[in-house]
C-alpha cells in the first residue's frame, strides 16, 4: 500500500543515481547559466606517501542562475551540454556570506582605481596636471 502511493518524484529520488557527484566551491559566474567550481581533493603522492591538496575546475550548467561567488554547491555528471560543460548544479549546499572582496567592488566602479595609487610625485618647479606647481605656499 505505501509502496503505490509515492508519486514518481519520488521514486526517482529514491532511485540511486550513477552520476557521479562533487560538492565544490563557486568561483565564477560571470557566465549566463554557467557557473566555474573548483572541487579540492587531498591525494597521496604514491612514492612519498605525502599528502598534497589537488584542486579542478568544473564548469556546470546554473539554469536560473541562482548561484553567487563563494556558494558551496553538489554538482552532478550530464550529457555535454557544451564545449566545456559536463556538469550540471544540483543544490547550493551552503550560500555565500555575500561579503565581495574590495579588488571587485573597485574594479566594477572605476577601472583606474583598482590599478593602485600612483607613485608619481610633483618635483618642485614643476607643474601637475591642476596646474599647481610642486613648491610649497607660504
Given at each position: 500500500?505505501?509502496?503505490?502511493?509515492?508519486?514518481?518524484?519520488?521514486?526517482?529520488?529514491?532511485?540511486?543515481?550513477?552520476?557521479?557527484q562533487k560538492?565544490?566551491?563557486?568561483?565564477?559566474?560571470?557566465?549566463?547559466?554557467?557557473?566555474?567550481?573548483?572541487?579540492?581533493?587531498?591525494?597521496?603522492?604514491?612514492?612519498?606517501?605525502r599528502t598534497?591538496?589537488?584542486?579542478?575546475?568544473?564548469?556546470?550548467?546554473?539554469?536560473?542562475?541562482?548561484?553567487?561567488?563563494?556558494?558551496?554547491?553538489?554538482?552532478?555528471?550530464?550529457?555535454?551540454?557544451?564545449?566545456?560543460?559536463?556538469?550540471?548544479?544540483?543544490?547550493?549546499?551552503?550560500?555565500?556570506?555575500?561579503?565581495?572582496?574590495?579588488?571587485?567592488?573597485?574594479?566594477?566602479?572605476?577601472?583606474?582605481?583598482?590599478?593602485?595609487?600612483?607613485?608619481?610625485?610633483?618635483?618642485?618647479?614643476?607643474?601637475?596636471?591642476?596646474?599647481?606647481t610642486g613648491?610649497?605656499?607660504?
Open positions: 500500500m505505501t509502496q503505490q502511493s509515492l508519486t514518481s518524484a519520488q521514486r526517482t529520488a529514491m532511485k540511486k543515481s550513477r552520476r557521479q560538492v565544490g566551491r563557486v568561483v565564477s559566474n560571470k557566465m549566463d547559466k554557467t557557473i566555474v567550481v573548483v572541487v579540492e581533493t587531498l591525494k597521496k603522492h604514491r612514492i612519498y606517501k598534497y591538496k589537488q584542486t579542478k575546475r568544473f564548469h556546470a550548467h546554473d539554469e536560473e542562475n541562482v548561484c553567487q561567488i563563494g556558494d558551496l554547491v553538489r554538482i552532478e555528471e550530464s550529457r555535454p551540454l557544451s564545449k566545456l560543460k559536463r556538469w550540471r548544479l544540483v543544490e547550493i549546499v551552503k550560500p555565500s556570506s555575500g561579503i565581495v572582496p574590495v579588488e571587485e567592488v573597485l574594479a566594477e566602479a572605476d577601472p583606474d582605481l583598482s590599478a593602485g595609487p600612483s607613485d608619481e610625485t610633483v618635483e618642485p618647479g614643476e607643474v601637475d596636471q591642476s596646474g599647481e613648491e610649497a605656499e607660504e
